[in-house]
């Protein structure tokens, strides 16, 4: 019993001289850093560069003149002169922001109905996965413009003007206008559901199917299948289809703000140019930042109760992580302590120390 | 149920499938409208284009509006045929790269622990809600400094970091069980080993879904040609057209638009078909649950 406590701390002392601790973590941090990098160096040279110049040509009025850019030092000149006194800005913005908050449950409500059928075994489910993909690409394009003016877009059913009468004499302008525009629009904004289809898609075949059949056996209807297994389970897919459709629907070259903050980039007016288009669109990317924001806690922020447990468990494991490390610790103090003493002679095996 | 393989259809119409069949279907034909428009109007004589009020259908479908398009663009110097040529070149390599960095960078951030991960991330989620008109200029000086104007590479270099491709992603590796990478390098794999034997075909869906998207901003992007290239014969193939319906926004025009339009439609068509089976099928028997 004595020899292989002894030989067992021999080698326990051995082994610490040739491998050292942490290395295996040292060297995942290296290979990530390596594998992160080709990304880390686009990222600063064509995302955090230019964000950061363009902060500063933000609190500049700049003039492009033909010996060079003229900068002239404003401060917060640009923001308050966007939001105090352009006729133009503040109205588009809220636009935007009522046509946005409306359109993005209805095109992610959509989109997931539609998952959901073509999720189902059905025939056919190939073309029809292709038909409702297709769209978004021709919505990006130059043809979505003729579509429009062509009224291919609209519908002649919602587009009554029954709706957008009673639309026009329950809300204010500002909410009645968007609104209206909503409905008018319905098929385009439906055009914009292609990717999120797919995400949702996807999404949702990877749920285990005997998920469903265990609460079938338990007498889950499919209405209460549906709210207590597939929602959780794609919950951080909706989160990022209402990222993508926010963001997708702020960035289009067709949106109105983008078409103002160009054509104020380009405009060589006194007061506009280069500096002001880019406060414009530091003003204009943090409302869309805060609805992201309102998107993501309206979907995170109420948990279930699978979220619950599971954070419970994950409390659990942090404090038995504590405790391992708590035992570790002061196993490596007494093992120290055994060395001393040992060096002094007093003890030949651990069991004496002990 | 059973293992299907890679056939998503059922072979045979049962009577549970009327249900929903009747419930998609005019969904489907609402959403077909459109591409059944593109194609109709492409092949639409003069006086179809014009009539009022427009019609869906083509009636007498003619060629001529390709012919003119082959006109015009021989009249304009440079071959059409370059203008496709570019495209090509710049979709492929800025598709193949930026795949194989977004890949690359969502394991990393997912799935390597090292100090600053969060950060990253965090950076990207930022960079994924910026407007993208406000850095152009930033850009172009980058461009201009590196002495990329009028190149490929100042096609490729700005496309190249798609922050939502990486969102989605590194939502996919997520979900790749740690117990899995963790057995593989008890066998000894290497970290490159298990990104590219592991990681790689668990989520080929992911990377179908991203290779869509990218295209998708490579394809229909007319910044790059506007903003970074002065030489003519260096634009891509979206920016001609846009230049073609732009220029000729008169009675011949409009045909060489919807032309136009239809060229430009079929490669995300041929793309979409090619991808699609990747995109569904392999999630179901990937063994990520």
Same mark, same amino acid.
């Given at each position: ?20 601790? =942490?290395? #295996? %973590?040292?060297?995942? !941090? ?9 990304? +880390?160096? /686009? &990222? @600063? ?99 979505? =413009?003729? #579509? %429009?003016?062509?009224? !291919? ?9 029954? +709706?957008? /009468? &009673? @639309? ?99 405009? =060589? ?86 | ?289």
């Amino acid at each position: 019993m004595k020899d292989i406590t002894v030989q067992r701390a021999a080698k326990v002392k051995k082994e610490k001289n040739k491998v050292k601790r =942490g290395q #295996l %973590s040292r060297r995942k !941090a290296i290979t990530g850093l390596i594998f992160v990098s080709p990304w +880390i160096i /686009g &990222a @600063i040279l064509f995302l955090i560069y230019p964000l950061v110049t363009s902060f500063w040509y933000a609190l500049n009025n700049i003039r492009i003149t033909p010996i060079g850019k003229n900068f002239n030092f404003v401060g917060t000149g640009n923001f308050t002169q966007i939001l105090l006194s352009d006729p133009e800005f503040i109205p588009h913005i809220v636009d935007y922001l009522v046509s946005t908050l409306i359109s993005v449950p209805v095109i992610n409500v959509f989109a997931l109905m539609i998952a959901m059928m073509l999720n189902q075994r059905i025939k056919f489910k190939g073309p029809f996965r292709l038909i409702f993909f297709l769209p978004v690409i021709i919505v990006s394009g130059p043809v979505m =413009g003729m #579509l %429009s003016a062509e009224g !291919a877009v609209s519908v002649s059913a919602l587009n009554a003007q029954a +709706i957008s /009468g &009673a @639309i026009s004499n329950f809300l204010p302008y500002y909410l009645a206008e968007p609104i209206s525009d909503i409905f008018t629009n319905m098929i385009m904004i439906l055009w914009y559901s292609g990717v999120q289809i797919l995400i949702f898609l996807s999404g949702l075949q990877k749920i285990d199917k005997s998920m469903y059949e265990a609460a079938k056996i338990d007498g889950g209807s499919q209405w209460e299948c549906f709210w207590k297994i597939t929602l959780p389970n794609i919950k951080s897919l909706i989160l990022l289809n209402c990222v993508y459709t926010v963001v997708y629907i702020s960035g289009n070259e067709s949106n109105a703000i983008i078409v103002l903050i160009q054509r104020a980039m380009f405009s =060589g007016t006194k007061e506009k140019g280069y500096g002001y288009a880019s406060a414009m669109a530091w003003v204009y990317s943090l409302v869309v930042v805060l609805i992201v924001l309102l998107f993501a806690g309206l979907i995170m922020g109420r948990k279930d109760v699978y979220e619950r447990q599971a954070k419970k468990v994950r409390k659990q494991m942090k404090k038995d992580r504590r405790t391992a490390r708590k035992i570790e610790r002061r196993n490596a103090r007494n093992a120290r302590k055994f060395k001393k003493a040992e060096k002094k002679g007093k003890f030949t095996s651990y069991e004496d120390f002990e | 149920m059973a293992y299907r393989g890679s056939k998503i259809d059922p072979k045979k119409m049962g009577k549970d499938q009327v249900k929903i069949l009747l419930l998609i279907l005019p969904l489907v034909i609402f959403m077909a409208l459109p591409i059944v428009y593109i194609i109709n109007h492409a092949f639409k004589p003069m006086d179809e284009l014009f009539a009022f009020p427009p019609t869906f259908f083509v009636r007498r479908p003619t060629l001529d509006n390709f012919t003119n398009l082959i006109k015009v663009s021989r009249n304009s110097g440079i071959p059409l045929s370059r203008y496709i040529f570019n495209s090509f070149v710049i979709t492929l390599v800025t598709i193949g790269l930026s795949l194989v960095f977004t890949t690359l960078a969502a394991f990393s951030l997912s799935k390597l622990k090292y100090r600053g991960r969060n950060m990253l991330m965090q950076i990207n989620q930022i960079a994924i809600m910026f407007v993208a008109t406000a850095v152009s200029i930033p850009r172009y000086l980058i461009i201009a400094k590196l002495g990329l104007v009028d190149s490929y590479l100042a096609h490729i270099l700005p496309l190249l970091s798609v922050p939502v491709a990486l969102f989605l992603v590194k939502q996919f590796v997520d979900q790749v069980p740690q117990v899995l990478i963790e057995a593989a390098y008890i066998d000894g794999a290497s970290d490159f080993h298990i990104y590219r034997k592991l990681i790689i075909p668990m989520i080929k869906p992911a990377i179908a879904t991203a290779a869509i998207l990218v295209f998708q901003q490579v394809w229909t992007n007319m910044e790059t040609s506007n903003f970074y290239i002065n030489d003519d014969s260096m634009k891509s193939l979206t920016f001609y057209m846009n230049s073609l319906t732009n220029a000729n926004n008169t009675v011949a025009g409009q045909g060489i638009a919807a032309a136009a339009t239809l060229i430009m439609f079929i490669p995300n068509l041929v793309l979409f078909i090619l991808l699609q089976k990747n995109v569904m099928n392999t999630m179901a028997h990937s063994g990520i649950k």
